[in-house]
């Protein structure tokens, strides 16, 4: 593989690395996407009975195994000297990238979240699963924020 084409391949590398992070949705209960904004929310009131410090999975987009194919791929064909070994070398190190890479983009994206039960003033229980980006607490007024698309949310 020549220099040339080293180049090209790490700046695909790079740029899709950027653009992953624009793929990453947030779990918070302050975070809106942009169809949220703007649009009406049905809020339902009542105190919070309990909160449960939660994991909430990292992302499994495919993204993370790409980037490390690329680069496992390109950092693997420098183990050969001849055609066929930095073929196989690539292949190696495309393999092994994509499943650190994988592994990588689920550890990165990984959160604490909050497991947050709520006894509406209707006397329903709901609990809802968001991130851990404000701190709710038992016996608390709070607000639960439904949107149009099904999205819900805990708020003070």
Known sequence: MNSLNTGRLMLVAVLVAGLAG????????????R??????????????????DVQIEGTKSNIGTGVGAVAGGI????????????????LGGAVAGGLLGSMAEEGLTKRAG???????????????????????????RVQILTSPDGTTRVSH
């Not at 904004?37 to 919070?48: C, D, E, K, W």
């Open 22 to 33: 624009g793929c990453v949705s947030s779990p918070s209960g302050s975070a809106y996407t």
């Open 35 to 52: 169809s949220e904004a703007r649009t009406a929310q049905n809020v339902q009131l009542g105190t919070v009975v309990s909160v449960r």
């Open 75 to 90: 950092g693997g064909s420098y183990l050969g000297k001849s055609t066929r070994s930095t073929a196989l070398g690539a």
């Open 114 to 140: 909050l497991q947050i039960t709520v006894r509406l003033d209707n006397g329903q229980m709901t609990s809802i699963t968001q991130g851990a980006d404000e701190p709710f607490a038992a016996g608390e």
